[in-house]
C-alpha cells in the first residue's frame, strides 16, 4: 500500500501540476495529506449533477479541475449501475447520507409522520407513531447519496423538464436574458444522448454523455384490462381523445411543444439510462473524462470532506471584496455525520485536515443541504448565525440556507380485491381548482407503492397494490431552512422545511382534488377489481367516503418530499436574500459561485435532476466564458 501511495504522490510531482485525469482516494491520499498543496485552476466540491458534469466540462476547456467528492466510486456496484434497483440503492449504506429533518417547528404534528424514525435503546431505528421506551426522536429520514455522482446514482432516474416560467423568472429577477426557457433547450440538446426517438429529432440531443431511454407502453391497447379502462377514464376527466390513449401514453415527455405547461397530457416516462437498464450519470461521464485519451486535466479525489472555503488573507486592496483562493479538506471515508457508517467501531472519526488551491475559481456543489452549509463554515452566511458559532464572519449574506424549497408529496394508495395490471401511467395536469394557466400535479401510476423515505423503505402491499404517486409542481413551499447545529464540518446541518407555511390550504387543497379526480378514474376500473380498499389520503372503501378537509389534514401530516432546492438561490440585486447572480456567482465575494439544485429561484417543476445539469452545463459555458475575457 505504502509503495503505491509513494509513486501516487511521485507521480503528481512529475506531472508539475498538469495531473491529468487520475483519481485518487482520499484514504489513501490521507497519507501524504500534509505535504499536500496543489493548485488547480479550478476546484468543485460535490460530484452529482450539478458539480459532476461542471467539473467535467471545466476540464475538458483544458482547465486543471481538482474534483472534491466525500464518498467513493460505487458507479460498478449493480445496485446502482442497474437502474432498476433504485430503491436498494436508496438504503444502501455505502452510499447512504441520513438526513433527519423537520416539516413544521411543531413536534407533535412531526411525530404523526407515520414514519417518524427513532433511535432505540439498542442503537436499531424505529419507525413509527409508538416507540418504544427510552427510543430517541431523531426525525423524518430524507436520503442523500455521498457518492461518486451524488443522488443521480440512487435516484429513480425521471427526466422532465422544468415549467418555462421556472427558466423565466431568473430573466425577471436579473434582466439576464440567457435565461430565457428557449435559450435554455441547448443545454438539454448539449447533455442528452436519446436511445428512444428518430435520430437528430428537433429539440434533442444523440451525442451527449446522459442517456435517456422509456420503456415502450403497450398495455394500453388491450382493452381488456383493469387499467386501459383506469387511463381512459383519466384522458376523460382531464380532456384528453379517449380514443387514443395507447398512442397518448407513449407522447415524449421532454418534447418540445408550444406551450407545454399548460398542457393536461399522458407521458412515457423517460429515465436516465441505456436502453438496457444501465443507469447513465455523472458517474459515467467523470469516468469518461477520465480516461479519455485527450488526457484531460481532471483529478477526482474520493473520500474527501470538504470543510470549508478558503480566501486570501488579505482582502483586494483595491475593491475590499475577499477572493475564495483554496478548499480546506479532511481525507478519509465516512467522515460526514449523516454516513450511517460513520460510528461504525472500524471508523476513524477524524481525517487529517489539509488545504487545496484554486488559481481561478471555488464552485461549490454539494446539495441543497451541503452547499449552504459549506458557506456557512467558510464564513459567508448570516452574520448572527456565523458569530454565534465563532465562525469569523466573511460576508454577511443572510439568504444562505434560507428559501429552501421542494415539491410536496403525496399518494392515493389503494388495494384492489384484484391486480390492476398494466403498466406505469404518467400524468401531467392541472388540479381542478388550480390558479393560473400551468398544470401543477405530475402523477404516475401503477402497482407499486411509494409513501416517501425511512429506514427500510418502501412497504411491499402484495400484487394487488395500486399507486397514484403525486408531485405538486408549483408547490408555496419557499420557507425552508437550513441552519448550522454546530461550526464541525462533519456534523450535519437543521433542516426545516417549514411546509405548508406560506399557501399551505391552497396547495393541500390542489393535491386533495388531485386524488378526488385520480379516485374517480380509478372506479372505472369494474370488476373484479373493485372496491380498492384505499389507505390514503381517504382511507377506507367507501371510494372517497371524507371531506376535503379530512384529505387536506392528512396530507398535511404525511406529505412528504426528496427534491430540495432554493437554499443559495439566485435572486436579483435589490433582494435582501439573493445568494447568487445570474452567473452563479456567489453576490460579494470573487472567485466563489455554486452550481447544484440550491441555485434555482424556486423547484424546477416536478423532477430537479434534469435540469440541475441543464443548469450545470450553463454554468460551465459561463464559467469559460468568463476565463476567455479573464474576467473572475
Ligand atoms: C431517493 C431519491 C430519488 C430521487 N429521484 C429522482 C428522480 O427520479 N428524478 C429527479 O429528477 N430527481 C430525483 N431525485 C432528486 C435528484 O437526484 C437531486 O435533486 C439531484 O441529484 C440534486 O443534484 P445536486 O448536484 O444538487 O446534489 P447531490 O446529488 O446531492 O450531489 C451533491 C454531492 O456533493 C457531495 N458533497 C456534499 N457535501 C460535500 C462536502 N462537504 N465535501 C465533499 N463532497 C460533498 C455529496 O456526497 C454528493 O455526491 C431523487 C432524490 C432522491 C434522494
Ligand atoms: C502551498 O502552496 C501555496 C500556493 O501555491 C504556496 O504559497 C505555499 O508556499 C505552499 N506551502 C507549502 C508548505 O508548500
Ligand atoms: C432493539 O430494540 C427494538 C425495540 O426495543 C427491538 O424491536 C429489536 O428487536 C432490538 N434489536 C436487537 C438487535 O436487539
Ligand atoms: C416576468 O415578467 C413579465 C412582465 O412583468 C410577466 O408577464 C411574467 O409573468 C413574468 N414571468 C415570471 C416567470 O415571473
Ligand atoms: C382521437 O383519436 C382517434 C384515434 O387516433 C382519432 O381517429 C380521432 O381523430 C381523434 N380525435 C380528435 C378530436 O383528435
Ligand atoms: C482587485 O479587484 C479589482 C476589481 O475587480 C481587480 O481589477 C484587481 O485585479 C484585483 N486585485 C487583486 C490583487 O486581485
Ligand atoms: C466495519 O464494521 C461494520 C459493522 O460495524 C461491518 O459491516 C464492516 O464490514 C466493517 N468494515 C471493515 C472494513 O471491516
Ligand atoms: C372547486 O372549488 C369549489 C369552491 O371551493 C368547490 O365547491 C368545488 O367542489 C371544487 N371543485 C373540485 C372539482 O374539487
Ligand atoms: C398566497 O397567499 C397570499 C396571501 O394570503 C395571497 O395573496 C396569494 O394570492 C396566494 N397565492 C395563491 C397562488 O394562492
Ligand atoms: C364512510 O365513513 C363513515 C364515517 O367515517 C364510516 O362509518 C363508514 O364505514 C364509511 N363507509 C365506507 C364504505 O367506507
Ligand atoms: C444533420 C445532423 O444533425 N446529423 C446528425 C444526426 O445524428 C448523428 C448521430 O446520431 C450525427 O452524427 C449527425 O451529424
Redesign the pocket.
Known sequence: MRGALVSLAATALFAGGALAGRMIDGRLAADRASSDNSTYDYIVIGSGPGGGPLACDLARAGYSTLLIEAGDDQGDNPIYSELGNFNTAGNDPDSRWDFWIKHSDDPVREKEFAHYTYRTTNGSFYVGTEPPAGATPLGIQYPRAGTLGGCAMHNGGVCSLPQDDDWNIVVNMTGDTSWEADKMRKYLIKVEKNTYLPANTTGHGFNGWLSTAVQPARWAHDNTLPATRVLKKMAELTGQ????VA?LVNQDILGDYPHKDTLNAFYNMAQHEDKGGKRSSPNNYIKATLKDPKNYPLTVRLNTLATRVLFADSKNTTTKIPQANGVEVMSGASLYGADPRHTNANVTKQGPVSKVWARREVIVAGGAFNSPQILKLSGVGPAAELTKFKIPVVKDLPGVGERLADNYEGSLLALGQQPVGGGIITLMFKSPNATGPNRNIFTWCGAFSFEGFWPGFPTDYGPNEYECAMVHINPHSQAGTVRLASADPQVPPDINFNFFLNNGTEDLQHLAEAANLLRTAWQAAGAPVLPFNEKHPCPGTGAGNCTDADERALLKTQAYSHHASSSCAIGAENDPLAVLDSKFRVRGVHGLRVVDASAFPRVPGAFPVLPTIMLSAKAAEEIISDAKKGTQ
Open positions: 381523445n379517449v380514443s387514443d398512442n
